[in-house]
């Protein structure tokens, strides 16, 4: 099944420490997304890359990083800058480098991952 | 700016009833909207989608309706289901890079 893995499913963390969230698609998608989502609330964006070697802040970078390395893969980093970090993060990918044919603009979404800070 | 938003956060609905929950939209050049469902702790799945060229959208017992003149659209859900319960949100596309703007999302509670 084609599809996007998020791992782990659930994170716990300590105050000052890094982490890292994976996020691995075989859909063959070309853009992929960070959402975080925190409770009651929508999603909102982390950071975005349309390509290999290539990607882009969104609206809450900070404290955040990622690499895009491989088209499949597509991880992301919480480090210690990030001052509220509890959250459930979202991992999303896009066929289509611009949306603009019917289909390609559906983002298809990973099952998430939850993180705790102790 | 970019913003979607909705009406009620929260309904509550009988079994068998019909759903309607609604958005509102800030930007009147977005070229599509979707709808995602999103069950407690998965993540969003596809509902449906409308271009900005429709204004009625029909799928397995949901529609969306689009009104450009008021920036608004709705899902409706017939005949609603137990497993119909979940989150809804709203989405339209952002400035660049396909990314896509949410919003806060409507808890849709299902009584039997």
């Known amino acids: 099944d084609g599809g996007i893995t998020q791992s782990p499913k659930y994170l716990f963390r300590k105050e000052g420490q890094n982490v890292t969230l994976s996020c691995e698609q075989n859909l063959n998608h070309d853009a992929m997304y960070w959402y975080r989502q925190d409770p009651g609330q929508g999603l909102r964006l982390i950071y975005y890359?349309?390509?290999?070697?290539?990607?882009q802040k969104g609206d809450i970078a900070e404290g955040y990083s990622v690499s895009r390395e491989k088209k499949e893969s597509f991880p992301l980093t919480v480090t210690s800058a990030q001052k509220n970090p509890t959250a459930f993060y979202l991992c999303?990918?896009?066929?289509?480098?611009?949306?603009?044919?019917?289909?390609?603009?559906?983002?298809?979404f990973g099952a998430g991952s939850r993180l705790t800070v102790l | 700016g970019e913003s979607v938003g909705l009406h009620l956060p929260t309904l509550s609905v009988q079994e068998g009833d019909n759903s309607i929950i609604n958005c509102a939209y800030s930007n009147s050049a977005s070229d599509y909207f979707i709808w995602y469902k999103q069950e407690s702790g998965k993540g969003p799945q596809f509902i449906i989608d409308?271009?900005?060229?429709?204004d009625k959208r029909q799928g397995q017992r949901v529609t969306v309706l689009l009104n450009k003149t008021v920036k608004h659209l709705s899902l409706q859900i017939a005949a609603t289901q137990p497993g119909d319960s979940a989150v809804y949100f709203c989405a339209e596309p952002g400035n660049q890079g396909g990314k896509l703007i949410f919003g806060q999302g409507t808890e849709l509670s299902v009584k039997p």
């Open positions: 999303a990918s896009r066929d289509g480098r611009d949306g603009s044919t019917s289909g390609a603009n559906v983002l298809t």
């Open positions: 409308i271009r900005s060229n429709m």
């Open positions: 890359s349309q390509i290999v070697n290539d990607f």
